[in-house]
């Protein structure tokens, strides 16, 4: 069974940074992608970063230039570092795993804040 577990996620001034892991159960390196999405209050989940196998990576417009996606296929993990965070950043951001199937973390609440 795969899993999936979030972590990183916290309160954080506007300007400020946080790093988001995601540690899978299983070998990410057979997988097609890994990637991040985030869901605000009242709104739709939306892709965040995605980053695949060969090392290629892709960022919605609002993120581009503030996060960075990366990833350890030995230890079988996906980060998001995200820098120069706005309010409109907070979401719960889910970890996803993309092969046959789609897996899915339960989520780490990032909110931005004064």
């Known amino acids: 069974q795969v899993q999936l577990v979030e972590s990183g996620g916290g309160l954080v001034q506007p300007g400020g940074s946080l790093r988001l892991s995601c540690a899978a159960s299983v070998s990410i390196s057979s997988f097609y992608s890994m990637g991040w999405y985030r869901q605000a209050p009242g709104k739709e989940r939306e892709l965040v970063a995605t980053i695949r196998n060969s090392g290629s990576t892709n960022y919605a417009d609002s993120v581009k230039g503030r996060f960075t996606i990366s990833r350890d296929n030995a230890k079988n993990t996906v980060y998001l570092q995200m820098n120069s965070l706005k309010p409109e950043d907070t979401a719960v951001y889910y970890c996803?795993?993309?092969?046959?199937?789609?897996?899915w973390g339960k989520g780490t609440l990032v909110t931005v804040s004064i």
């Open positions: 996803n795993l993309r092969g046959g199937t789609d897996y």
